[in-house]
């Protein structure tokens, strides 16, 4: 074996030494702590649209972040025109209006709906919660009561989901 072929050898030897237990720890350590969660990765950008007044609002803005998504806030005291430029029927107003990935979402939608709305891909203008339910996100404080998050669209609307405070009831 010439002398080439020893250094290389011995450059490698060294090299695989090089990696002990604790830089591989280490590497780990480091990979665990950048690690952002599935969900955290994949939730597109919330865009609130709400009045600078509502407490209830940002109630459901923390709700989102803690779920995970990524939250932006507009502040307005003009929610009609925003809703009409979005479609939103009237009678399904409530007191914020947001957008996420191409939908709508009025009112207290809780952050599981939403996920259900970006993974089912319904064709459909988004979702809603009419009025302000007890116990929704943002809501909390009182009894909690069941209510219907709404799916709407061009063709109408159903029930998409029910909940109890924001708690999935099936």
Known sequence: MGQLGREWRSYMSDKERGVTRRSAIGLFAA????????????????????????????????????????????????????????????????????????????????????????EKRPTAIGLAVPGMPAGSPGMEGETPQRYDVVLFGKTGRQPFMRFVGAENAG
């Open 31 to 118: 990979v665990l702590v950048l690690q952002r969660s599935p969900a955290e990765a994949e939730s597109p950008a919330i865009l609130v649209h709400k009045d600078p007044n509502c407490s209830c609002c940002s109630g459901w803005v923390r709700h989102l972040k803690d779920a995970g998504f990524a939250v932006t806030v507009e502040e307005t005291t003009d929610l009609q025109s925003v809703r009409r430029r979005l479609g939103v029927p009237a009678d399904l107003a409530a007191c914020h209006t947001a957008e996420v990935d191409g939908y709508v979402l009025e009112g207290h939608v809780p952050a599981a709906a939403v996920r259900q709305l970006l």
